[in-house]
């Protein structure tokens, strides 16, 4: 069993910066896959990046490519995710959550191979 806790959400200016933290109880890395997930208000969750265990193979969606980035800290058996130069239309919670489904592998922003959620952090930019 995995449980994952987020951190580091907070209301922001547009052009701001913010790191957020995904703590895991439970070995993190022994699932194929993490990634970072965002709902908006009245929208459908949707992918944000992934990282593939262990390794330095990322992936993100086109809204967020160049200003987020997602990294694995072993030691802390964590998963961060620094957002650069945000957006008012990056508003939203963000879910950290975990794969123990291999097929994650050849599809890293499905969110139908994630199993273990955590509760979420708002994050929330001004114009």
């Known amino acids: 069993q995995v449980q994952l806790v987020e951190s580091g959400g907070g209301l922001v200016q547009a052009g701001g910066s913010l790191r957020l933290s995904c703590a895991a109880s439970g070995r993190i890395f022994s699932t194929w896959a993490t990634g970072w997930f965002r709902q908006a208000p009245g929208k459908e969750r949707e992918a944000v990046a992934a990282i593939k265990g262990r390794a330095t193979l990322t992936y993100y969606s086109d809204s967020v490519k160049g200003r987020f980035t997602i990294a694995a800290d072993a030691d802390r058996n964590m998963v961060t995710l620094q957002l650069n130069n945000l957006k008012p239309e990056d508003t939203a919670v963000y879910y950290c959550?975990?794969?123990?489904?291999?097929?994650?592998?050849?599809?890293?922003?499905?969110?139908?191979?994630?199993?273990?959620w955590g509760q979420g952090t708002q994050v929330s930019v001004s114009s």
């Open positions: 959550a975990a794969a123990s489904d291999v097929g994650v592998l050849s599809s890293p922003l499905e969110q139908e191979y994630y199993d273990y």
